[in-house]
């Protein structure tokens, strides 16, 4: 078992940063890859980056790449979401999840992942 906590959602303006924490327990964090989705309500939850079990690579949905990073601490059983330039269409709630295999072609498919975080709202005002 793996429990997932994530932290440090807000409000915050059109144009700002803001950095999301999962922090892990449980099971050894270092042999998940670990994922990162939102999702609005009333609609799917969406996949939006994922870093690998040693944190040497990354894959990034289309609509933010090149403005959110994630990266990892397995030292702390952490995982981070640096999220900048964000947009109103960023508003969501996001969750991190692991899954013990980075190499999968359904890295984006929710099914993916065994254990989820209960999620923290990100809200982006314009």
């Known amino acids: 078992q793996v429990q997932l906590v994530e932290s440090g959602g807000g409000l915050v303006q059109a144009g700002d940063s803001l950095r999301l924490s999962c922090a892990a327990s449980?099971?050894?964090?270092?042999?998940?890859?670990m994922g990162w989705f939102r999702q609005v309500l009333g609609k799917e939850r969406e996949f939006v980056a994922q870093i690998s079990q040693s944190g040497l690579n990354t894959r990034y949905a289309d609509s933010v790449k090149g403005r959110f990073t994630t990266s990892r601490d397995n030292a702390e059983n952490t995982v981070y979401l640096q999220m900048s330039s964000l947009k109103p269409e960023d508003t969501a709630v996001y969750y991190c999840?692991?899954?013990?295999?980075?190499?999968?072609?359904?890295?984006?498919?929710?099914?993916?992942?065994?254990?989820w975080g209960q999620g923290t709202q990100v809200t982006v005002s314009s």
């Open positions: 999840a692991a899954t013990p295999n980075y190499y999968s072609d359904a890295y984006d498919y929710t099914f993916q992942y065994n254990y």
């Open positions: 449980g099971r050894a964090f270092s042999t998940y890859a």
